[in-house]
């Protein structure tokens, strides 16, 4: 069963704390992305990997970090220097870069108080 | 330039009547305008899309209409049901990074 995984759903995490998100896919897509979504902001995208060991920052990278060691994963960590870390967090995949086709994750909702 | 215009924020339909969305842009190099389809505690997922070059394009009762001169396109879900009851995304193709640019979302509620 093809798809993207997110984990874990629900996040609790104190101020201060770097916590990390996992996302992993089986489609076997070259391109993966972070994005961000708070309520009526849309999608912002954090940051995007075109292909494995690369990865590029979106518009919204500061205090997050990520890397692309394997093809079918793509952790985001949202360190103590995000100064609003509490979102939901949809981590997504397409075939190629600049697909308009991207697949989603179920997302993270991360709490930080 | 690179950002995409949705509106309504919110809209309530009645079961059966027709919804509408719609988008603007002012970027002419963005060259696919998809629309995403996300339910709640869900990722969202592609329901259609369309190139400039074309004005319309209709997939069961989801139909985007696309004005290239006015630079604005929209979405219409005909014969509205409550399942249809969702936010809806729209996006374009080609931002300064080559990503999709999504608009802010419009949460629809159908009615019974």
């Known amino acids: 069963d093809g798809g993207i995984t997110q984990s874990p759903k629900y996040l609790f995490r104190k101020e201060g704390q770097n916590v990390t998100l996992s996302c992993e896919q089986n489609?076997?897509?070259?391109?993966m992305y972070w994005y961000r979504q708070d309520p009526g902001q849309g999608l912002r995208l954090i940051y995007y990997?075109?292909?494995?060991?690369?990865?590029q920052k979106g518009d919204i990278a500061e205090g997050y970090s990520v890397s692309r060691e394997k093809k079918e994963s793509f952790p985001l960590t949202v360190t103590s220097a995000q100064k609003n870390p509490t979102a939901f967090y949809l981590c997504?995949?397409?075939?190629?870069?600049?697909?308009?086709?991207?697949?989603f994750g179920p997302g993270t909702r991360l709490t930080v108080t | 330039q690179q950002q995409v215009k949705q509106s309504p924020q919110s809209l309530i339909v009645q079961k059966g009547g027709i919804s509408i969305i719609n988008c603007a842009y002012e970027?002419?190099?963005?060259?696919?305008f998809p629309w995403y389809q996300q339910f709640p505690g869900k990722g969202p997922a592609l329901l259609i899309a369309?190139?400039?070059?074309?004005s319309e394009k209709k997939e069961g009762r989801f139909t985007i209409s696309f004005n290239k001169s006015a630079k604005q396109f929209s979405l219409h879900i005909m014969d509205s049901q409550p399942g249809d009851s969702a936010t809806y995304f729209c996006?374009?193709?080609?931002?300064?990074?080559?990503?999709?640019?999504f608009g802010k979302g419009t949460k629809l509620s159908v009615k019974p």
């Open positions: 990997s075109q292909i494995v060991n690369d990865f």
């Open positions: 996006a374009a193709r080609g931002g300064s990074q080559g990503n999709l640019i």
């Open positions: 489609l076997n897509h070259d391109a």
């Open positions: 970027n002419t190099a963005f060259d696919y």
């Open positions: 997504a995949s397409s075939p190629v870069w600049d697909s308009y086709e991207q697949y």
């Open positions: 369309i190139r400039p070059d074309v």
